[in-house]
């Protein structure tokens, strides 16, 4: 049986992740409808502020993408822990049948 302590941890790690999730997707929102404005926009490589724009533009969206990519990797490492485990249990409940079978 869980304590209030466990129970208040778990729901405010999933609110956390959830608070994460919102915020990368706004940010990817907002990233991409400032792509869509200025993709009709050619880039003058001769100037600078627009280059520091670009680059900056760039360099914002690599780090919602290394995030984004982060939570899926421990998304996927949970999956793949808990298939395991489940795994583990189906395999044993054959086990047990057959033994009890024979």
Do not use: P
């Not at 304590?3 to 959830?18: A, I, V």
């Amino acid at each position: 049986m869980s304590t209030w302590e466990e129970l208040e941890d778990t729901s405010s790690d999933e609110e956390t992740k959830e608070e994460e999730e919102a915020n990368l997707y706004l940010m990817v929102d907002t990233a991409s409808k400032g792509l869509d404005t200025e993709s009709d926009e050619q880039i003058n490589i001769n100037n600078l502020e627009t280059l520091q724009l670009a680059y900056h533009e760039l360099f914002s969206n690599s780090f919602i993408l290394s995030k984004a990519y982060e939570n899926l990797r421990k998304d996927f490492k949970s999956l793949s822990t808990n298939y395991k485990q489940l795994q583990g249990n189906h395999g044993e409940k054959i086990d047990k049948s057959l033994e009890i079978s024979t």
